[in-house]
């Protein structure tokens, strides 16, 4: 993705005598749902990639991303960065600044400047030592020394304003099941595949297959909650999230690609060139999952030699059924006379047996050719 146009000036906050003050000041205005991150490193680590796991836990997400990797480096600030594009993240505060090698802050520079966040360094020593300095050679910045500039930068325009209504609702997610009819096609036996050429597909019409009922206002603030916190992987994310707004397949979700996703319209193409299902269709895209897919798109592009596949690869299936287990989200389960699995286990192919025993009740006579 290419730097912002105007990336704001980064500040270094000077806290010459390691004051509290400080500290409880950038701790308090963490506020994820306002825009607002504070990021306090883990003591002990100087590693680039133990930064990116501090930043995904401070977003609320689990630090390491399930599946295996080119060269077996997990892309984690691919991913740090992509959810900080997508989410409405517009401030971040980093404690202990002082402690950063000029490599970490150089990630924190490039960060900053993929995104366009305030960035703001908080320096718990007189001066700025020679690592920190050296990284900030070429980048605009300011220097401040005053406890209420810094207030003013690690909460911006909202100082003083209250959380917004019905965020603080999901704090507490329930560990309650959700069970959602439109997964019940996740592990269908269908085979699409994505088209080669140029393909603008028509909205979808849902002519082979029922419409998955849409999810309510609830249902889905629930879901998309459990899936931001249920995994820091993009696409495993976007995978599920796109599954519950079109109740296709994992085999038609890999189908897609970075330029499917119409941000203007609102809209994701998914490709069924043989028609196993509805052929290649566009689905209108629900607001609550929008930032799944651009999460996704970011992601896909910042990662170097992965495939293109926007949405999980047919074989990420059981990551991605781990994914959705863990946010406690199943499609409906067979009653406990008919269970092939121990009590407690996600049944995914319950809807694909009772239709294939269906299938299998029809006698020879009636059976109708393809």
Do not use: N
Not at 89 to 105: D, E, F, Q, S
Not at 162 to 176: D, Q
Not at 237 to 248: P, S
């Amino acid at each position: 993705m290419p730097p912002a146009a105007r990336s704001p000036s980064v500040i270094v906050v000077i806290d010459r005598d390691d004051d509290v003050i400080h500290t409880h000041t950038a701790l308090a205005a963490h506020h994820p749902p306002s825009g607002r991150i504070t990021l306090h490193p883990g003591p002990g680590t100087t590693s680039e990639t133990g930064l990116a796991h501090d930043l995904l836990a401070a977003l609320g997400k689990p630090p390491l991303l399930p599946g295996r990797f080119p060269g077996g480096r997990q892309p984690a600030w691919e991913a740090a960065t992509a959810w900080m594009t997508a989410l409405p993240a517009t401030r971040l505060t980093v404690l202990r600044a002082h402690r950063l090698t000029a490599r970490r802050t150089m990630r924190l520079l490039q960060l900053q400047a993929r995104t366009g966040i305030h960035l703001t360094l908080v320096c718990h020593r007189p001066h700025l030592p020679a690592a920190l300095h050296q990284a900030l050679r070429t980048a605009d910045h300011v220097v401040s020394a005053d406890v209420e500039t810094a207030r003013r930068h690690h909460y911006g325009p909202t100082l003083g304003q209250p959380p917004h209504p019905g965020v603080e609702e999901s704090a507490c997610p329930s560990h309650r099941w959700l069970t959602l009819p439109a997964l019940e096609r996740l592990v269908s036996y269908d085979s699409p595949r994505p088209c080669t050429d140029p393909c603008t597909p028509p909205p979808i019409a849902f002519r082979h297959r029922p419409r998955p009922a849409p999810l309510t206002a609830r249902t889905a603030h629930k879901a998309a909650h459990r899936l931001h916190t249920a995994t820091a992987h993009p696409r495993l994310a976007a995978a599920l999230a796109t599954a519950l707004f079109t109740g296709a397949s994992l085999q038609q979700l890999a189908t897609a690609r970075p330029d499917d996703y119409d941000t203007a319209v609102a809209t994701l193409a998914l490709h069924d060139r043989v028609r196993y299902t509805d052929g290649c269709a566009a689905h209108p895209v629900p607001p609550w999952a929008a930032v799944f897919l651009r999460a996704a798109v970011c992601f896909t592009r910042l990662v170097p030699g992965e495939d293109r596949e926007l949405l999980a690869a047919p074989g990420d299936r059981a990551h991605l059924l781990r994914v959705a287990e863990a946010a406690r989200l199943r499609p409906p389960q067979p009653p406990a006379a008919r269970r092939k699995s121990p009590a407690g286990r996600v049944e995914w192919d319950w809807r694909e047996r009772k239709e294939a025993g269906h299938y299998a009740a029809i006698p020879p006579g009636r059976a109708k050719p393809s």
